[in-house]
């Protein structure tokens, strides 16, 4: 029994991260229809920035002879984080993506490819962070906070849940109850028809990117927070292939919905977690895939996605 | 001064010339009409007006500015919006949402009662108001086009085909409605194959062909010339 909840919680944990993830990746596709293969490289992005950042404020290597960062300094590098892997994300949008705005969506396709080739590579530089593995910050104390049917509660743990929380709630907010919102929902279903209503197109496009980058960049924090040890390199495979159950997760809630990304998220993390617990673990990537060749099969619009009819 | 001037206007898809240089006028306070079988560039005329394609020459004056190759929120912002061919809804959005879309450009304090305007002018859509755009019948969904075009507050409505795919009943009602809008000072430039309908509705009407202009007078004497008579009214 313990153990179930455990996983229980771990799944939770990891697929609020794919939510996260898996919001840039529908928003974008939402308002694009294109997937954006470099998503996942924003992630790694965000937790090697994670890990620059605590460096600069002083936050050691596992603590180091200081022992953990004060919460203030957390939070200050998770919205640091986010601000620059924002800018980012604007600043890809505006080079890579804009300029082939009006060009068929295979060219956007395998431009996104080569940024996020780009982005691997080039993480790599000696300067920026290195071929080798990185220490992650101690950001928070390692403190079980309570303990329910033999099972301790982590701090990280609530850490993690509750800022995914805060940020999917704010996400809810920001798309369903704001001008801007109603704008991104209105250039998703037709750019030409929201350009008549004055909306600004490119405007929304941008706001969409950079939204989606500081979502990613706060999963790769939180992905900081929760696996503490050494960061791999930006081109490891490891980074790919959490991206891609992202991905996944993105593709099974119904690529476009974002509600789908945050339910598919947390099912993608149930379901590695649980399979992983009760089922061969070394499997663990292939129940994933065979979640998305089963919704593919059945319910390819995904859970919450519609396959929209449009009346003439 | 002419509400909108259209000059020598050029406008190509790739290789094929949908516009070859037409010209034409709106005068403040009229309802002017664009009529001719499909494929003459009627429609085209109206997305070069909202900006949706880029002149490939010739000028468009809106009070006595240029406006050809503008951005087309730029162009809601100077006082056109249109009502876009196929109704354009956001199917996906409340009625509601899409008339809030309208005045997506406005932070004056007069939208609530422009849209209490528009529902007083379409009473269905108050009755729909928080129903999802994509249930609408087709009539309603034209209905609910036109009043969210009408949410911008336009010194010049652009209506494109209007009756399009709507039975008789339901045309003339969007069609009583149009010259009730047209009554309260909008001045509007309308499409439509329905040239009996527009004929009827306009003050001016022009004929397009193929890219061109080829009759231009005011409607009423259109509708009583043989050749409109015979091409487009189904008389003669």
């Known amino acids: 029994m313990s153990s179930f909840l455990q996983t229980l919680i771990d799944g939770v944990t990891v697929g609020g991260l794919y939510a996260l993830i898996a919001l840039g990746y529908t928003m974008v ?63 890809i949008e505006r080079l890579a993506y804009r300029p082939l705005r009006q060009a068929p969506k295979l060219n956007v396709l395998i431009t996104a490819i080569g940024v996020s080739l780009f982005l691997q590579n080039f993480g790599q530089l000696k300067f920026i962070f290195g071929t080798d593995p990185a220490p992650t910050p101690l950001l928070l104390p390692g403190v079980t906070l309570f303990s329910v049917g033999g099972v301790s509660i982590q701090l990280v743990d609530v850490a993690v849940i509750g800022t995914s929380l805060v ?31 004055g909306i600004n197109v490119d405007k929304v496009i941008s706001f969409t990117f950079v939204i989606g980058a500081m ?45 789908g990304a945050v339910l598919g998220g947390l099912l993608i993390g149930l379901i590695e977690y649980l399979s992983v617990a009760y089922l061969k673990s070394e499997y663990r990537d292939a129940y994933v895939f065979a979640i998305l060749i089963l919704v593919l099969l059945f319910r390819p619009e995904g859970i919450l996605g519609r396959a929209t009819v449009e009346k003439v | 001064m002419s509400l909108l001037v259209i000059d020598n206007l050029q406008v190509n898809y790739g290789a094929i010339k949908a516009l070859r240089g037409i010209s034409l006028k709106v005068e403040p306070g009229q309802i002017v009409t664009l009529i001719g079988s499909n494929g003459a560039g009627k429609s085209t005329t109206l997305r070069a007006i909202s900006g949706l394609v880029k002149p490939a020459s010739g000028s468009i004056l809106f009070e006595g500015k240029p406006i050809g190759g503008a951005a087309p929120h730029k162009i809601v912002r100077l006082g056109i919006s249109q009502a876009p061919e196929g109704r354009g809804i956001f199917a996906n959005l409340t009625v509601a949402e899409n008339l809030a879309l309208g005045a997506f450009q406005r ?7 422009d849209r209490e305007k528009a529902l007083g002018l379409f009473p269905r859509l108050r009755e729909r108001f928080q129903q999802n755009a994509g249930t609408l019948s087709g009539g309603e969904q034209q209905m609910l086009a036109i009043a969210r075009a009408l949410m911008a507050r336009p010194r010049l409505l652009l209506l494109d085909e209007p009756s399009l795919g709507l ?65 487009y009214l189904g008389v003669g």
């Open chain 1, 29 to 91: 596709y939402g308002i694009l229809k294109f997937i954006n293969f470099a998503h996942s490289d924003i992630f790694t992005l965000g937790a090697w920035m994670t890990l620059t950042i605590a460096g600069w404020l002083g936050v050691q290597a596992g603590g180091g002879a200081t022992g953990p960062a004060a919460w203030y300094v957390g939070v200050g590098v998770l919205v640091l984080t986010m601000v620059f892997v924002g800018v980012v994300g604007f600043v």
């Open chain 2, 167 to 231: 039975a008789p009943q339901v045309t003339q009602t969007i069609f009583r409605i149009i010259r009730d809008i047209n009554a309260s000072g909008t001045t509007i430039l309308l499409v439509e194959q329905n040239a009996n309908m527009a004929l009827d509705v306009a003050h001016h009407a022009y004929v397009l062909e193929v890219g061109e202009i080829v009759l231009s007078d005011a409607a009423a004497k259109l509708a009583q010339s043989d050749e409109v008579r015979k091409h």
């Open chain 2, 107 to 113: 932070r004056d304090a007069g939208v609530e009662a």
């Open chain 1, 215 to 259: 979502l990613a960049a706060a999963a790769g924090f939180l992905y900081t927070l929760k696996y503490p040890g050494q960061l791999k390199q930006t081109a490891d495979g490891m980074w790919v292939m959490l991206g891609l159950k992202a991905f996944v997760a993105a593709v099974v809630g119904g690529i476009g919905n974002v509600r």
């Open chain 1, 167 to 197: 940020l999917m709630l704010g996400m809810e907010v920001l798309i369903f109850r704001t001008r801007m919102g109603s704008a991104m929902r209105a250039v998703s279903f037709s750019t030409r028809n929201a350009s008549l209503m």
